[in-house]
Every structure is written in structure tokens, then in C-alpha cells.
């Protein structure tokens, strides 16, 4: 399969073999590496189909075969696993965020391969977008031939980037000038390379359904506690993004009693990290600390403590509404936060749980996300990757022991 095909699958023979080989392809990026009887298995198809296929990608570059290993239990010869060539293909991820740029590439396999970010204060359009093309160059030019072999950019951002503006320490009207530009079509400008938009936690949630938690879970909340809290959700093993690319949007859910003296206050008024940073500036400690293991010093303890008595039962009420309405499976909980920290929030986010009445619905499980703070740009690098390799119709797979 070239990237060059990206064209609709439709009833024709050459659009059933395409969509054929980006569901073994699908079956092999979220199952690892497997023998072709199992893909077999896995995707219905029959193994004469999946045998030519897999021989097809693997003369494509995108497929290998590994070394020859002996299934306990079963007799005859040891099977081929086959998995994906990392260096078959690479795609880049853009985070464009309120504290941060980072631009990766990512190969094949989901490993992160270079690398470049840029922090500040706030996001400034007039010096980011300069520097966001510098560092795409100097990302692509470090995959050197690979570089041939990009799918595209993905770019992950806030929907608003310029919203929410009072609680920043900002120059009058600094972030307004985001509300008149288009992210995706100034990044374009940059580049040959097909550009891929997703809101950034949306994105978070997808690198999370590819590589993380989403490979054993088919409906599940998840919720990113960045500088601003975020989420994205997944329905039926699939990324839901809704109509407007916002589903998910836990951050803007009203909490009980009035905010400011005027309406409702949201959920990150109290469940976002720049709440902590505020506190940790107003105690004389570096905001940046509240991004890492120092939220958890002897010293910051105290404020961490305190920031998470409010944090974790208004996140807890944000997942009962929530579960009420979508019947979740899971909660997938992750941040740009210290480890420890996110472990706590976690916990006494479930115990908070414990005080609603689920009479009448499902208490989800809340689990640990597994990708970390690159969640956004890694699922941002996803966008071009599933764009050009990823089945366009709901993919269903049949257990891998059936």
C-alpha cells in the first residue's frame, strides 16, 4: 500500500483490497506482532486473502517478518510473526498548546523519533508560528531518506486558543488574535505535506485508544489534566470527536453553585494545573513546578494537597454526569503532571466516586493513562497515520482467542 492511497474505499475490487490490507494493518498495530493465522482470525478474513496481503506489505516496506517462535500448544512448525516495519512510514505531530509547542516525528511502530519544543508564558502567534517552522524543518530534515516517507503532519490544539484569557497574566488582547486564525491552513502554508487537525485532547485520546489503554477497553471517558483540564471520548472502540470535533470537552461542564458572583463555574476553574501553578507562584515557587516530581516535595506537598481536596470530587462529579449519560466502561485518567500525583488524583477521585448514589446507572473504573504528557502531539502524529493506513469503516475484530 503506497501513501499515495488515500482515495475513498469503495465495492470495487481495488478499494475492497485496499481497505483489506488497513485492517491487517489495524490488526497488527493493535495486537503486536502475530503469526498470519491469527491476523486470520482477528480480521475474518481467509488465510489465503491474508497471506497475499501480508507478502504484498511486506514487499511495501511496512510489514516484516520476525523470528520464527513455537506456540505452547500447538503442533507443526513454529509460526512467522509478522509486524510493523517501523521504518515503513513516519508521521509528525504539532502541539500547539498554552504553555508549549512541541513538534515530534513519529515511525510506524509509534515510536518517537526527534523532537523539538518551545515553552513560554502564553502563546503568541507573531512568535510561534515562526518558530513552529523552523523546528518542522529541522524535525523532517533529521529523518534524512525517511523523510520521503511521511504520511503527513497532525496538529493538536485547543479549539480556543484564545479563549479563557482572564487567567492568564497577559498583555491586553494578546490572545485574541488567535480567534481570527486558522491553525491548520497556516501550518499548510508551511508545507507540501497533507495537514491533519484534531482539538488536542481529542488527539490525547487517540494516541491513548491506539497505544494505551483503548487496545482492551471500547468505551471510555478520557480526561487529560493539562493546564487546562480536557477530554476526548471513545464509543464502540472508536474515537468520537462529534460534530463540532469537541466531544469530550469535560473541562466546560458546570459545577453546582456560582462562579465569580455571575454563573456556573466550570470544571477547570478547579481541576486544571493552572490552578497549582498559581498557588505555587503565590508561595514563591517556580509555576513550572506543578508540571513535576516537585509538586510533590515536602515543601509543595501542602498546596498539592489542597489543590487536590477541590480537584478530585469535582472530577468525580464531571465522571458521574458523565456515566449517567454515555454508560462508560472505564475513566482513563492521564496529565502532564507528575506520576505520583496523577496515581493520587486518581485515587481519591475514585474514592470520591464512592460518595454519589449510582442507583440506576454504572460506576465506571477509573484506570491510569499510559501515554504521559506527549499524549497530544504523539496522537497528533496519529492523524496522518490512520489518514493513509487505518480503515475507514468500524473495524470489528474477533477476540484473538476465539
Known amino acids: 500500500m503506497s501513501m499515495a492511497s488515500t482515495h475513498s474505499v469503495g465495492s470495487n475490487q481495488l478499494g475492497m483490497r485496499q481497505f483489506n490490507e488497513r485492517i491487517v494493518l489495524q490488526a497488527i498495530r493493535l495486537h503486536g506482532a502475530l503469526p498470519k493465522a491469527d ?7 481467509s488465510m489465503q486473502t491474508v497471506s497475499l496481503i501480508v507478502d504484498h ?3 511495501d516496506g511496512l510489514l516484516a517478518k520476525e523470528p520464527r517462535t513455537r506456540v505452547r500448544g500447538r503442533l507443526g512448525q513454529p509460526s512467522v510473526p509478522i509486524s510493523l516495519r517501523a521504518d515503513g512510514a513516519f508521521s509528525i505531530g504539532v502541539k500547539v498548546g498554552r504553555r508549549s509547542l512541541d513538534v515530534l516525528s ?11 519544543t518551545l515553552e513560554y508564558p502564553y502563546p503568541d502567534p507573531e512568535t510561534l508560528f515562526p518558530a513552529l517552522e523552523e523546528r518542522l524543518a529541522r524535525v523532517i530534515g533529521a529523518l534524512g ?14 479549539l480556543w486558543l484564545g479563549g479563557w484569557r482572564d ?5 491586553p488582547d494578546a490572545l485574541a488574535a488567535w480567534n481570527d486564525i486558522d491553525i491548520r491552513a497556516r501550518i499548510q502554508a508551511m508545507t507540501a505535506l497533507p495537514v491533519e487537525f484534531a482539538k488536542d485532547t481529542t488527539a490525547a485520546c487517540a494516541a491513548e485508544l491506539v497505544m494505551g489503554q483503548g487496545r482492551g477497553l471500547r468505551n471510555f471517558l478520557y480526561v487529560f489534566i493539562g493546564t487546562f483540564i480536557g477530554g476526548g471520548l471513545v464509543i464502540d472502540g472508536r474515537l468520537h470527536a462529534g460534530p463540532g470535533g469537541n466531544a469530550g470537552a469535560i473541562g466546560s461542564l458546570p459545577l453546582a453553585g456560582r462562579g465569580n458572583g455571575k454563573r456556573a463555574a466550570q470544571l477547570l476553574n478547579t481541576a486544571s494545573v493552572y490552578v ?3 498557588a505555587f507562584a503565590a508561595a514563591g515557587a517556580p509555576a513550572a513546578a506543578a508540571h513535576d516530581e516537585r509538586a510533590m516535595s515536602t515543601e509543595l506537598r501542602p498546596l498539592a494537597e489542597a489543590w487536590m481536596h477541590k480537584t478530585c470530587p469535582a472530577i468525580a462529579t464531571g465522571i458521574a454526569s458523565s456515566a449517567a449519560l454515555l454508560d462508560l466502561e472505564a475513566v482513563v485518567i492521564d496529565g502532564e503532571i507528575d506520576r505520583n500525583l496523577l496515581r493520587e488524583v486518581i485515587r481519591r477521585t475514585d474514592d470520591a466516586l464512592a460518595d454519589f448514589d449510582w442507583q440506576g446507572m454504572t460506576r465506571p473504573r477509573l484506570v491510569e493513562g499510559q501515554i504521559g504528557p506527549d499524549a497530544r502531539a504523539m496522537g497528533g502524529a496519529i492523524l496522518p497515520l490512520y489518514a493513509h493506513f487505518a480503515p475507514k469503516h468500524e473495524l470489528f475484530l474477533k477476540p484473538l482467542e476465539a
Open 145 to 158: 531518506d525517511g523523510a520521503r516517507r511521511i504520511a503527513g503532519i497532525g496538529v493538536a490544539a485547543p
Open 167 to 171: 487567567f492568564f497574566d497577559t498583555p
Open 39 to 45: 491476523v486470520a482470525r482477528l480480521t475474518r478474513l
Open 276 to 278: 497549582l501553578e498559581k
Open 57 to 59: 506489505l511486506i514487499e
Open 106 to 116: 513519529m515511525d510506524f511502530a509509534g515510536s518517537v523519533r526527534t523532537r523539538e
